[in-house]
């Protein structure tokens, strides 16, 4: 069975803070991607990241950056510097069967001024 | 108009009304996705379209009635809904390929049932 479970229902920053969002999965596959979208107060998921399982480089974009970890099955999500603007929820996914996606529960982070 | 868009943005609608709900992308991609995301529950895929066959009904109730006449369109009819399918229902779309597929979002149609 697929799931992802992201433990932090909620998270609270002052801006400026570095701030790490957990993600945690579970699959049978030896093959899988991994994702996190970031879903503002539209309403909208935004993609921020794929990654396959073969590729455990942790990658960086400008203030975020993903820590993959095949050995701890994690795949964690760290904004550096965090500023009003990342306010959103966030959802790490597994894509299971082709093209289905399951999804974590999100966190909710809020940066305040 | 770019990317994935859905109308309305807010519906509300009683128990015995008939709606629809529409989708568009102008990604080119050939598969689409109808997810509800509530607030109690994680996001649930309802439906999934690849090359406008259906191939994915994640045991939706009857009431609510998928179709997608082309790849670019996707609708969801609903008719004789229930107060707690009041939710945000969010279509995706993709390219259907064995390895580089990302699902992208539109904005989503809140929906209130009274």
């Known amino acids: 069975a697929q799931k992802v479970t992201q433990a932090q229902t909620e998270i609270s920053v002052v801006e400026k803070e570095d701030v790490t969002l957990d993600c945690v999965y579970e699959t049978r596959d030896t093959t899988y991607y991994l994702f996190w979208y970031k879903q503002p107060p539209s309403g909208e998921l935004v993609f921020l990241i794929r990654r396959n399982s073969f590729d455990e480089q942790n990658e960086i974009s400008g203030r975020y950056s993903w820590n993959f970890q095949k050995s701890t099955s994690s795949f964690n999500f760290t904004i550096t510097a965090s500023q009003v603007v990342d306010s959103a929820v966030y959802f790490c996914a597994l894509r299971y069967a082709g093209n289905m996606l399951t999804f974590g529960g999100g966190t909710r982070l809020m940066v305040k001024p | 108009e770019t990317g994935v868009t859905q109308t309305p943005r807010h519906l509300v609608m009683g128990m015995t009304n008939k709606k629809s709900l529409k989708c568009e992308q102008h990604?080119?991609?050939?598969?689409m996705y109808w997810y509800k995301q509530s607030a109690k529950k994680p996001l649930e895929l309802m439906f999934v379209y690849n090359f406008k066959e259906q191939t994915e009904n994640n045991s939706v109730p009857s009431r609510f009635s998928p179709e997608c006449p082309n790849s670019s369109h996707l609708f969801l009819h609903l008719h004789t809904l229930q107060p707690e399918d009041s939710a945000l229902y969010l279509c995706?779309?993709?390219?259907?390929?064995?390895?580089?597929?990302?699902?992208?979002f539109g904005p989503g149609t809140r929906l209130t049932v009274l």
């Open positions: 995706a779309s993709s390219q259907w390929t064995d390895s580089t597929d990302t699902q992208y």
């Open positions: 990604l080119g991609h050939n598969a």
